[in-house]
């Protein structure tokens, strides 16, 4: 009954920006981790950031400094702000999510994944 709906992928020229979201819904008793993967064609799937819920971030060395990752508890949303866009950021980008269900199971969850694209 948990669901993860992924928006704002898109194309952009190299050099500039994206804003990601991933809203969960459903019977949730609270969310842990949500984070960011992603998978270029031909490529293994990468985890690209991580918020917990006590707000600590990692990121990915081939991002750090260039995409930011935040959520919105109220909101069951966690977003992925991508600045300074290189070609191979190129991927289809995939929510993932820990959520402790209403019979407090812990469960793993996938969005649908979103298509990115930077052109140079």
């Known amino acids: 009954q948990v669901e993860l709906v992924e928006s704002g992928g898109g194309l952009v020229q190299a050099g500039g920006s994206l804003r990601l979201s991933c809203a969960v819904s459903?019977?949730?008793?609270?969310?842990?981790?949500m984070s960011w993967y992603r998978q270029a064609p031909g490529k293994q799937r990468e985890l690209v950031a991580v918020?917990?819920?006590?707000?600590?971030?990692n990121y990915a060395d081939s991002v750090k400094g260039r995409f930011s990752v935040s959520r919105d508890n109220v909101k069951n949303t966690v977003y992925l702000q991508m600045n300074s866009l290189k070609p191979e950021d190129t991927a289809v980008y995939y929510c993932?999510?820990?959520?402790?269900?209403?019979?407090?199971?812990?469960?793993?969850?996938w969005g649908q994944g979103t298509q990115v694209t930077v052109s140079s």
């Open positions: 993932n999510a820990d959520v402790k269900s209403t019979d407090l199971l812990m469960w793993n969850f």
């Open positions: 459903g019977r949730i008793f609270s969310i842990e981790a």
């Open positions: 918020a917990t819920r006590g707000g600590t971030t």
